[in-house]
């Protein structure tokens, strides 16, 4: 049972999606819910890698997403069946509709050598030293969008909005991590970040 959520705003999304597993030929049935469910899947208890793509490509909101999980063992009789739910969180592409009062960062990210992009970077944010963890990824073009948490309200009328200290780290495979320098932006504003070149490929 594959449940596709929207990772900005943890709701189901409905909207069309290819949902497969990797490397497999199975269809899996769309329930009126938004839940894909594979059934009579016929697989050894292992690990498998569920693929999950938007199917109207031009300007979608959802970045194609890849989540490994572990298919559990078919019960015994009389025991409870365990029905393998697995949550795929889909990454906002650069088009996501993003509500006004978003904090974001935006940039392309490129290859030194050649500058060509480089695409499916895990982007983690660095906010005010601490790690908040994953927010963002590259499209095919290299280019991201990252989405600040949202600032608990305050009490006082005098307050003001929020800067941002902050530091993005993109991660991809085979590669140590590029963190970059320090960037401050304003809350509910979005600071453009240009081009930036991931050393060492």
């Known amino acids: 049972m594959v449940e596709p959520r929207d990772f900005v705003t943890g709701a189901r999304v409905t ?11 199975n269809e899996p049935i769309l329930a009126r819910s938004g839940v894909y469910c594979f059934t009579d899947l016929n697989l050894p208890a292992a690990q498998y890698t569920v693929q999950v793509e938007p199917l109207i490509r031009e300007g979608n909101q959802y970045l194609d997403t890849e ?28 088009t996501y509709p993003f509500d006004g009062l978003a904090t974001l960062a ?3 990210l490129l290859k030194t050598s050649d ?21 963002g990824q590259t499209d095919k073009r290299g280019e991201f969008v990252l989405f600040f948490p949202k600032v608990t309200p ?7 909005l929020k800067d941002f200290k902050f530091r993005l780290r993109f991660e991809i495979p085979n ?9 401050t932006v304003k809350e509910g504003t979005t600071k453009s ?6 050393p060492g490929i």
Not at 117 to 122: E, G, I, N, R, Y
Not at 175 to 183: C, K, R, S
Not at 193 to 198: N, S
Request: cysteine-free.
């Open 15 to 25: 909207a069309p999606l290819r949902v497969r597993l990797k490397d497999r030929t």
């Open 67 to 94: 989540t490994t999980f572990t298919l559990a063992v078919i019960p015994i009789a009389a025991q409870p069946l365990k029905r393998n739910p697995v949550t795929v969180d889909l990454m906002p592409s650069p």
């Open 106 to 108: 935006r940039g392309q």
């Open 115 to 135: 500058s060509l992009p480089v695409k499916d970077a895990k982007i983690f944010l660095i906010l005010d030293t601490v790690d908040v963890g994953l927010r």
């Open 154 to 160: 305050t009490d006082d009328p005098t307050a003001g």
């Open 175 to 183: 590669q140590a991590p590029f963190l970059t320098a320090d960037e």
């Open 193 to 198: 970040m240009q081009e930036i070149k991931f």
